[in-house]
């Protein structure tokens, strides 16, 4: 995100430690917008959640009352189990808010660290990349400054295009949550439009709590479900018209591996790794297409591969594509 930015003011002032700093800044100002507009939003919902809370109440007691009359059992019993697990629920101990503060203080470590290895990546981007062209023999530096351009724009053209694909999903969904009636429509659009920068974890999750704010809000049920179908309806547009125009198909990674690189990159490094995990992905597609060796497991990762699965032996059978031959010897009988 920062070196096309860090690369331009370089351009104008010629200092490159100064444009990093300038590129921070610029680039924290509209994150910090963000974060206040959610904040600003959450702060609103969760003020009005007391006049929800006895809503709440009010049909839980509904709930207590019919479940007592079917089971038979003695109200007085079953209002002093509830009474009982709810302040064990509510019951904040200090050991929990010691490891909150903990958590908190890591979150804040963490940032710093990805601001310094940031800043100097930057800093020593011309030396990384004399270091990798060093590697090589000099008939394939070409072919490998190649592969670096090849990958910067695929990551410029993903984080723009995921901006672009975040904004317009949150003013999509936005405007249906206003037309159905759902409060602080724009605050659940957004919130979904960001949170679907984890594929189908975060669309899940999107859904969920609108769907459920609405269950404890709504005088009707209507109003709940037609939150799901309006968020079945967005993703149907977005995987089908968005994403293929605004990403670009070498964005494109198949379901399968995306499942498996949210498994790893959720094992590895939680939710930061989850959302590292497509971007990742479509970097190594771009990387192993690069050699005849590997450029077969690229198509394996491409979306649609159930209608490529013959290319595969139509194009690739032959030695120099075969990743398995780094393991089997092949005989002259076999090539």
Same mark, same amino acid.
């Given at each position: 995100?920062?070196?096309?930015?860090?690369?331009?003011?370089?351009?104008?002032?010629?200092?490159?430690?100064?444009?990093?700093?300038?590129?921070?800044?610029?680039?924290?100002?509209?994150?910090?917008?963000?974060?206040?507009?959610?904040?600003?939003?959450?702060?609103?919902?969760?003020?009005?959640?007391?006049?929800?809370?006895?809503?709440?109440?009010?049909?839980?007691?509904?709930?207590?009352?019919?479940?007592?009359?079917?089971?038979?059992?003695?109200?007085?019993?079953?209002?002093?189990?509830?009474?009982?697990?709810?302040?064990?629920?509510?019951?904040?101990?200090?050991?929990?808010? %010691?490891?909150?503060?903990?958590? /908190?203080?890591?979150? *804040?470590?963490?940032? $710093?660290?990805?601001? &310094? +290895? #940031?800043?100097?990546?930057?800093?020593?981007?011309?030396?990384?990349?004399?270091?990798?062209?060093?590697?090589?023999?000099?008939?394939?530096?070409?072919?490998?400054?190649?592969?670096?351009?090849?990958?910067?724009?695929?990551?410029?053209?993903?984080?723009?295009?995921?901006?672009?694909?975040?904004?317009?999903?949150?003013?999509?969904?936005?405007?249906?949550?206003?037309?159905?009636?759902?409060?602080?429509?724009?605050?659940?659009?957004?919130?979904?439009?960001?949170?679907?920068?984890?594929?189908?974890?975060?669309?899940?999750?999107?859904?969920?709590?609108?769907?459920?704010?609405?269950?404890?809000?709504?005088?009707?049920?209507? %109003?709940?479900?037609?939150?799901? /179908?309006?968020?079945? *309806?967005?993703?149907? $547009?977005?995987?089908? &018209? +968005? #994403?293929?125009?605004?990403?670009?198909?070498?964005?494109?990674?198949?379901?399968?591996?995306?499942?498996?690189?949210?498994?790893?990159?959720?094992?590895?490094?939680?939710?930061?790794?989850?959302?590292?995990?497509?971007?990742?992905?479509?970097?190594?597609?771009?990387?192993?297409?690069?050699?005849?060796?590997?450029?077969?497991?690229?198509?394996?990762?491409?979306?649609?591969?159930?209608?490529?699965?013959?290319?595969?032996?139509?194009?690739?059978?032959?030695?120099?594509?075969?990743?398995?031959?780094?393991?089997?010897?092949?005989?002259?009988?076999?090539?």
């Amino acid at each position: 995100m920062l070196k096309p930015v860090a690369a331009f003011f370089e351009g104008k002032f010629h200092n490159r430690i100064f444009s990093i700093l300038l590129s921070f800044v610029i680039m924290v100002v509209p994150l910090f917008a963000v974060i206040l507009f959610f904040f600003n939003q959450a702060r609103i919902l969760f003020h009005e959640l007391s006049s929800v809370n006895e809503r709440v109440n009010y049909f839980a007691e509904q709930f207590m009352d019919w479940f007592n009359q079917q089971l038979h059992i003695n109200p007085e019993a079953s209002s002093r189990w509830m009474t009982k697990n709810f302040a064990e629920a509510l019951d904040f101990s200090s050991g929990f808010l %010691q490891d909150s503060l903990l958590s /908190g203080t890591t979150l *804040l470590v963490n940032m $710093i660290m990805v601001v &310094l +290895i #940031t800043y100097f990546l930057l800093l020593y981007r011309t030396a990384f990349k004399n270091f990798f062209l060093s590697q090589v023999n000099p008939r394939s530096r070409k072919k490998l400054e190649s592969l670096f351009e090849q990958i910067q724009k695929l990551t410029k053209r993903y984080m723009v295009g995921q901006g672009l694909v975040m904004v317009l999903l949150g003013l999509l969904i936005g405007s249906g949550l206003w037309l159905i009636g759902v409060p602080y429509p724009f605050f659940w659009g957004f919130l979904a439009g960001f949170l679907e920068i984890i594929p189908y974890v975060g669309t899940t999750i999107g859904v969920i709590l609108p769907f459920s704010y609405m269950l404890m809000v709504s005088d009707t049920l209507w %109003q709940p479900w037609a939150v799901v /179908g309006l968020y079945i *309806l967005a993703q149907q $547009i977005e995987g089908n &018209l +968005i #994403t293929p125009n605004v990403m670009g198909p070498s964005i494109k990674i198949n379901p399968l591996f995306i499942i498996i690189g949210l498994f790893l990159g959720g094992y590895m490094w939680g939710v930061s790794g989850m959302i590292l995990a497509l971007p990742l992905m479509a970097i190594s597609k771009e990387v192993f297409r690069t050699f005849d060796i590997l450029e077969p497991i690229s198509y394996l990762m491409e979306d649609g591969l159930s209608r490529k699965s013959s290319i595969f032996l139509d194009r690739y059978d032959s030695t120099k594509n075969r990743f398995f031959g780094l393991f089997f010897k092949e005989t002259p009988e076999d090539e």
